[in-house]
């Protein structure tokens, strides 16, 4: 089992810049691919970001291709979200999951387990 922890919300001026973090305890931190995913107010939670256990696979929504960048260091136990030109449409609470599987998975159902979520919020 493994316990995620997430930080680095806030509010951001559109166009703005924003790192987040998720810091993993519990099981060996790279037995698992890492999730990103947020839901907005009123909204399903949707896929954000993917990445396999040793970071060389990468996965992102159409929506925010080019502009976020997930990273790990499986060393300091520590899954990143790096969020570019940010947009008001990007406002929502973000949650930072685990899976166990061998691959990346882009579905909710795929994650076993979730942080507790951080918010994130864009002016215009």
């Known amino acids: 089992q493994v316990q995620l922890v997430e930080s680095g919300g806030g509010l951001v001026q559109a166009g703005g810049s924003l790192r987040l973090s998720c810091a993993a305890s519990g099981r060996t931190f790279s037995s698992y691919a890492m999730g990103w995913f947020r839901q907005a107010p009123g909204k399903e939670r949707e896929f954000v970001a993917g990445i396999s256990r040793s970071g060389g696979r990468r996965y992102y929504a159409d929506s925010v291709k080019g502009r976020f960048t997930i990273s790990r260091e499986n060393a300091k136990n520590t899954v990143f979200l790096q969020m570019n030109s940010l947009k008001p449409e990007d406002t929502a609470v973000y949650y930072c999951?685990?899976?166990?599987?061998?691959?990346?998975?882009?579905?909710?159902?795929?994650?076993?387990?979730w942080g507790q979520g951080t918010q994130v919020t864009v002016s215009s």
């Open positions: 999951a685990a899976d166990d599987a061998l691959g990346v998975g882009v579905r909710r159902a795929e994650y076993e387990y």
